[in-house]
């Protein structure tokens, strides 16, 4: 896997360092509350509640929190209403990149993410500038370190639908179809295999290679997005060269 995977993977640890900080429970809450009100509170039979409650139990968030939010929004309890709502925009390097919010109140959201990336050498675009760039997949990171080896994390990913499989040093990403996802969560668990994070995620379909300068600019702009409050997730088409994304890591 190239520079953005790798980028990706420091970012996960980097999330479960700060678990207990509450930007990112307020920030997983918000995901449990639009998921229980657009499918139930039961996570039985709402999928996109279950991912929200896995990443919430892994980055340690109490249960009490976990329980107030799927009230909240199936309307057991009162709170604000959140939109979901993607934006998009082009960072240093011609970079494509969205991001996906839920917000209470767009004109705020809106300023800020134009700020972020004024302030950073990017510019907010028009929708569905960018979004032909990026696929919508399922995506799990195992771990290499206590997993069985490689044709075993294959054959039962492979067994549940799982469409594909990369590696690097540290770790194995499979890839699904968005409906798969479950099946290949509950494959892999059956076969013993601990994965860090399981989620749905859009991946780009062309990348942009960048320089150390554009690197360094590019991953400041992706720093600055996610540390606004009601920004979920942010997607973009960046390929830094190995060699750059050590330097930048160490």
């Known amino acids: 896997?190239?520079?953005?995977?790798?980028?990706?993977?420091?970012?996960?640890?980097?999330?479960?360092?700060?678990?207990?900080?509450?930007?990112?429970?307020?920030?997983?809450?918000?995901?449990?509350m639009v998921a229980?009100?657009?499918?139930?509170?039961?996570?039985?039979?709402?999928?996109?509640?279950?991912?929200?409650?896995d990443k919430a139990r892994t980055a340690g968030m109490p249960q009490d929190n976990v329980r107030r939010a799927i009230q909240r929004g199936t309307g057991e309890a009162g709170g604000a209403q959140y939109e979901s709502m993607t934006y998009e925009g082009y960072a240093p390097g011609g970079v494509a990149v969205m991001a996906q919010v839920l917000s209470d109140n767009r004109n705020r959201t809106v300023g800020e993410l134009r700020s972020v990336f004024?302030?950073?050498?990017?510019?907010?675009?028009?929708?569905?500038?960018?979004?032909?760039?990026?696929?919508?997949?399922?995506?799990?990171?195992?771990?290499?370190?206590?997993?069985?080896?490689?044709?075993?994390?294959?054959?039962?990913?492979?067994e549940a639908g799982a469409e594909d499989m990369q590696n690097d040093e540290t770790c194995y990403e499979i890839r699904t179809a968005p409906g798969d996802l479950e099946a290949v969560k509950k494959s892999l668990e059956a076969a013993g295999v601990a994965y860090d994070s399981a989620e749905v995620t859009m991946l780009p379909q062309t990348r942009v290679t960048l320089t150390e300068n554009e690197a360094q600019q590019v991953l400041r702009l992706m720093d600055?997005?996610?540390?606004?409050?009601d920004v979920q997730q942010v997607y973009a088409n960046f390929d830094i060269p190995d060699a750059i994304m050590e330097q930048i890591a160490a």
């Open 118 to 158: 004024s302030r950073n050498g990017g510019s907010l675009a028009e929708s569905n500038a960018v979004a032909w760039l990026f696929q919508q997949k399922g995506v799990i990171l195992v771990p290499r370190d206590g997993a069985p080896d490689e044709d075993a994390v294959l054959e039962a990913a492979l």
């Open 224 to 229: 600055a997005l996610e540390e606004l409050e």
């Open 1 to 32: 896997m190239a520079g953005h995977s790798k980028w990706h993977n420091i970012k996960l640890r980097k999330q479960a360092q700060d678990a207990r900080k509450s930007k990112v429970f307020a920030k997983i809450s918000r995901e449990i």
């Open 36 to 53: 229980a009100r657009a499918g139930g509170g039961d996570p039985d039979s709402n999928v996109r509640l279950r991912l929200a409650m």
